[in-house]
C-alpha cells in the first residue's frame, strides 16, 4: 500500500440518503412528479434505466451523479443515478464528498460487493444507513484516483466489448441450432406421414385422486415421483434432485406410471412444454402437473423429443393452451398436436444428426462461457491491484 493512501469509513466520505417509499396512491405511471425507483429492478450495467413509475410524493431523493445501492437482497450492487429521483426502501444513495470522486467511489464499491452480499454465500437480507456508513474506504489523492479511474474504464470497456462478442457467438450457437431444428420439422421431407399425436401415442395422466403422495410422504430412497422441477434443459430428468415415494404408496396410484422409452411433457405455468425422455429410469410415477407420452412402434422416441421442443412444437402450444394468467394444457390438447414423420430408419438418421449439432452447440457455449468465466475473474483481479495502489 502507498504511503499518501488513507483509510476512511463511507461516513467520513460521503452523505448516505436512505429510502423511503412513497405512499402508494401517489404512483403514475404518465410521468407525473419525479422517478421513483424501489429497488435495483431498472439496474444496467452501470447506470440506472428508464423508470416505469413516478410519483407526485416525494420522501428521499437521490440526485444525479449519486450512486444507488441496493439493500435489500440482493444486497450490494451499485448504479449511477442519471437524474434527480425518488428512492424507495430498496435503495439507498451515497454521494460522494470533497475527497473521493465519485466514478473512484463507484469502482471501490463494486470491489466491496462480494464483502457486502456476505462471505462464503451467506447473503444478508438487507444492510441499513449505519451498516453503509462503517464500511471502510481506502483511497488515494484525487489526482491518483483520476488516473486509476482512466485505467479501470479502458480496461472495462475493452471487457465489456470482449463479453458482448462470447455472448454474442453463444446466442449465434443457439440460433443455428434452433434454426436447423426448425427447417426439419416445419419442411419435412418426402415420404412423410401427418396425423395427431393421438394415433402414434398414448397418453397417460398422473394419479389425482385421493392417494395422490403430499410432501410429508416423500422417502429418502424408493420408487421415483417425477415432477417438472426435475427436467433438464437437454432433456434428461435430474436423479439428484428426485423425489421418492414408498413402493406402498406407488402401488395405491391408479396412473400416471412410467415404463422405458416414455416421455414426459409439462403441461401447467411458466415450465408449460417442457419434456425429457425417461430414460435410464424404468419405474416411476409423475405428478399431476405432467403427462406421460408413449410412442408407439411407428415414432422414435428421440424424434418425439426432438419435435416437440422445437420451435415448430413449441409454437403449438399456443394454439392450444387455454390463455389463463396461469397457462395450462389439458392430455387431449396435446394429443391433437399435428405431428409429421418418416419412417423409424430416417427418424433415426434425423436424430443422429440433430444430437451431433446439439453437442456442437453446447461445446461451443461452453468454450464461451469458460471464456466468459476468465473475462469475469480478470475483472475483479483489475479491481484489487487497481484499488490497493498496484497498478
Given at each position: 500500500?502507498?504511503?499518501?493512501?488513507?483509510?476512511?469509513?463511507?461516513?467520513?466520505?460521503?452523505?448516505?440518503?436512505?429510502?423511503?417509499?412513497?405512499?402508494?396512491?401517489?404512483y403514475?405511471?404518465?410521468?407525473?412528479?419525479?422517478?421513483?425507483?424501489?429497488?435495483?429492478?431498472?439496474?444496467?450495467?452501470?447506470?440506472?434505466?428508464?423508470?416505469?413509475?413516478?410519483?407526485?410524493?416525494?420522501?428521499r431523493?437521490?440526485?444525479?451523479?449519486?450512486?444507488?445501492?441496493?439493500?435489500?437482497?440482493?444486497?450490494?450492487?451499485?448504479?449511477?443515478?442519471?437524474?434527480?429521483?425518488?428512492?424507495?426502501?430498496?435503495?439507498?444513495?451515497?454521494?460522494?464528498?470533497?475527497?473521493l470522486?465519485?466514478?473512484?467511489?463507484?469502482?471501490?464499491?463494486?470491489?466491496?460487493q462480494?464483502?457486502?452480499?456476505?462471505?462464503?454465500?451467506?447473503?444478508?437480507?438487507?444492510?441499513?444507513?449505519?451498516?453503509?456508513?462503517?464500511l471502510?474506504?481506502?483511497?488515494?489523492?484525487?489526482?491518483?484516483?483520476?488516473?486509476?479511474?482512466?485505467?479501470?474504464?479502458?480496461?472495462?470497456?475493452?471487457l465489456?466489448?470482449?463479453?458482448?462478442?462470447?455472448?454474442t457467438?453463444?446466442?449465434?450457437?443457439?440460433?443455428?441450432?434452433?434454426?436447423?431444428?426448425?427447417?426439419?420439422?416445419?419442411?419435412?421431407?418426402?415420404?412423410?406421414?401427418?396425423?395427431?399425436?393421438?394415433?402414434?401415442c398414448?397418453?397417460e395422466?398422473?394419479?389425482?385422486g385421493?392417494?395422490?403422495?403430499?410432501?410429508?410422504?416423500?422417502?429418502?430412497?424408493?420408487?421415483?415421483?417425477?415432477?417438472?422441477?426435475?427436467?433438464?434443459?437437454?432433456?434428461?430428468?435430474?436423479?439428484?434432485?428426485?423425489?421418492?415415494?414408498?413402493?406402498?404408496?406407488?402401488?395405491?396410484?391408479?396412473?400416471?406410471?412410467?415404463?422405458?422409452?416414455?416421455?414426459?411433457?409439462?403441461?401447467?405455468?411458466?415450465?408449460?412444454?417442457?419434456?425429457?425422455?425417461?430414460d435410464?429410469?424404468?419405474?416411476?410415477?409423475?405428478?399431476?402437473?405432467?403427462?406421460?407420452?408413449?410412442?408407439?412402434?411407428l415414432?422414435d422416441?428421440?424424434?418425439?423429443?426432438?419435435?416437440l421442443?422445437?420451435?415448430?412444437?413449441?409454437?403449438?402450444?399456443?394454439?392450444?393452451?387455454?390463455?389463463?394468467?396461469?397457462?395450462?394444457?389439458?392430455?387431449?390438447?396435446?394429443?391433437?398436436?399435428?405431428?409429421?414423420?418418416?419412417?423409424?430408419?430416417?427418424?433415426?438418421?434425423?436424430?443422429?444428426?440433430?444430437?451431433?449439432?446439439?453437442?456442437?452447440?453446447?461445446?461451443?457455449?461452453?468454450?464461451?462461457?469458460?471464456?466468459?468465466?476468465?473475462?469475469?475473474?480478470?475483472?475483479?483481479?483489475?479491481?484489487?491491484?487497481?484499488?490497493?495502489?498496484e497498478?
Open positions: 500500500m502507498k504511503n499518501e493512501w488513507q483509510t476512511k469509513t463511507i461516513g467520513d466520505l460521503c452523505e448516505v440518503i436512505a429510502g423511503q417509499s412513497p405512499d402508494g396512491k401517489f403514475n405511471s404518465e410521468g407525473r412528479g419525479l422517478p421513483f425507483h424501489q429497488g435495483k429492478k431498472d439496474f444496467g450495467d452501470k447506470f440506472i434505466d428508464a423508470p416505469s413509475t413516478w410519483t407526485t410524493q416525494t420522501t431523493i437521490a440526485k444525479k451523479g449519486d450512486i444507488l445501492m441496493s439493500v435489500r437482497a440482493p444486497v450490494g450492487p451499485v448504479n449511477f443515478s442519471t437524474e434527480e429521483i425518488c428512492i424507495g426502501r430498496g435503495l439507498a444513495a451515497i454521494r460522494s464528498g470533497t475527497q470522486n465519485r466514478d473512484f467511489l463507484f469502482y471501490q464499491l463494486l470491489h466491496l462480494p464483502e457486502i452480499a456476505g462471505k462464503e454465500g451467506a447473503v444478508f437480507a438487507s444492510i441499513n444507513k449505519g451498516e453503509i456508513e462503517a471502510p474506504l481506502t483511497f488515494p489523492p484525487l489526482a491518483e484516483q483520476q488516473r486509476i479511474i482512466r485505467l479501470l474504464d479502458e480496461a472495462f470497456e475493452g465489456a466489448t470482449a463479453e458482448a462478442s462470447f455472448e457467438n453463444i446466442q449465434n450457437a443457439r440460433d443455428l441450432y434452433e434454426s436447423h431444428l426448425q427447417s426439419v420439422f416445419k419442411q419435412r421431407g418426402k415420404g412423410w406421414m401427418e396425423t395427431s399425436l393421438a394415433n402414434v398414448e397418453f395422466n398422473g394419479d389425482r385421493k392417494n395422490y403422495p403430499n410432501r410429508n410422504e416423500y422417502v429418502e430412497t424408493g420408487v421415483p415421483w417425477i415432477n417438472t422441477g426435475h427436467i433438464q434443459p437437454d432433456g434428461t430428468l435430474s436423479m439428484e434432485e428426485m423425489n421418492f415415494i414408498t413402493r406402498e404408496k406407488f402401488d395405491s396410484l391408479r396412473s400416471g406410471k412410467i415404463q422405458s422409452g416414455d416421455l414426459v411433457y409439462c403441461l401447467r405455468g411458466a415450465t408449460l412444454g417442457k419434456t425429457a425422455l425417461v435410464p429410469l424404468i419405474e416411476g410415477a409423475v405428478a399431476s402437473s405432467l403427462v406421460i407420452l408413449r410412442p408407439s412402434s415414432l422416441r428421440s424424434f418425439l423429443y426432438f419435435f421442443t422445437s420451435p415448430v412444437g413449441k409454437g403449438l402450444i399456443k394454439g392450444f393452451e387455454n390463455g389463463a394468467a396461469q397457462p395450462n394444457l389439458g392430455a387431449k390438447s396435446v394429443a391433437k398436436y399435428p405431428v409429421s414423420f418418416p419412417k423409424i430408419p430416417e427418424q433415426k438418421a434425423i436424430v443422429d444428426r440433430l444430437i451431433e449439432l446439439r453437442e456442437e452447440t453446447q461445446r461451443l457455449e461452453a468454450i464461451y462461457f469458460r471464456k466468459l468465466a476468465a473475462l469475469a475473474t480478470l475483472k475483479k483481479s483489475l479491481l484489487h491491484h487497481a484499488l490497493i495502489g497498478l
